[in-house]
């Protein structure tokens, strides 16, 4: 079975990190293009950044230069290091698992940032 657990979500000033990180079944990790999307209610989930298994990265402009995207392959676990954080980062962030096969979606995790 495919899991997608994500976790370091919460509460954070603005100007303020947060990491968060999504442990993936080892079965689609080395696998899979793992990446970080959010969405905001009444609105489309949107890019936030996407990492090849071989390293390559990838960001939404609104994120550039403040947030990034690593992977552990020995952990199975991509992370998401955001810095400088400002109010409206504040939604629900999702992890993924994308291959060739299919898309797998994590369960979210709430960024709060306060002004």
């Known amino acids: 079975q495919v899991q997608l657990v994500e976790s370091g979500g919460g509460l954070v000033q603005a100007g303020g990190s947060l990491r968060l990180s999504c442990a993936a079944s080892?079965?689609?990790?080395?696998?899979?293009?793992m990446g970080w999307y959010r969405q905001a209610p009444g609105k489309q989930r949107a890019l936030v950044a996407t990492?090849?298994?071989?390293?390559?990265?990838n960001y939404a402009d609104s994120v550039k230069g403040r947030f990034t995207i690593s992977r552990d392959n020995a952990k199975n676990t991509v992370y998401l290091q955001m810095n400088s954080l400002k109010p409206e980062d504040t939604v629900v962030y999702y992890c993924s698992a994308r291959n060739f096969l299919a898309w797998y979606w994590g369960q979210g995790t709430q960024v709060t940032v306060s002004s």
């Open positions: 080892q079965s689609i990790f080395s696998k899979s293009e």
């Open positions: 990492i090849t298994s071989g390293g390559s990265t």
